[in-house]
Nanobody, 116 residues
Framework: QVRLVESGGGLVQPGGSLRLSCTASGSTSNLYVMGWCRQTPGKQRDLVATITSGGITNYADSVKGRFTISRDNAVNSVSLQMNSLEPEDTAVYYC??????????WGQGTQVTVSS
């Protein structure tokens, strides 16, 4: 079993920055991909960014150039640095991880609100 715990969400003004962090615990030795998704009420959960254990990254087009995902394999953590935030970035952000056999795990989410 894997448990993911997010932190770092909050309220920020447009153009501001926020850093989200997620730490995995439990059976963490086989986590191939870690990443972040986001969801607004009543809408589908969308991919934001992913990173493999080897450091290969993937970003949604809407956040390229503004968000940066990073990972520390030694402590099983993943972070999302969010710069130039826009109101459209407002959502609940969920940390996720999966093994090479596609067993997937989710955190409980952290609220990010971008508003003046």
């Amino acid at each position: 079993q894997v448990r993911l715990v997010e932190s770092g969400g909050g309220l920020v003004q447009p153009g501001g920055s926020l850093r989200l962090s997620c730490t995995a615990s439990g059976s963490t030795s086989n986590l191939y991909v870690m990443g972040w998704c986001r969801q607004t009420p009543g809408k589908q959960r969308d991919l934001v960014a992913t990173i493999t254990s080897g450091g290969i990254t993937n970003y949604a087009d809407s956040v390229k150039g503004r968000f940066t995902i990073s990972r520390d394999n030694a402590v099983n953590s993943v972070s999302l640095q969010m710069n130039s935030l826009e109101p459209e970035d407002t959502a609940v952000y969920y940390c996720n991880a999966r093994t090479r056999t596609y067993n997937r795990f989710w955190g409980q989410g952290t609220q990010v609100t971008v508003s003046s």
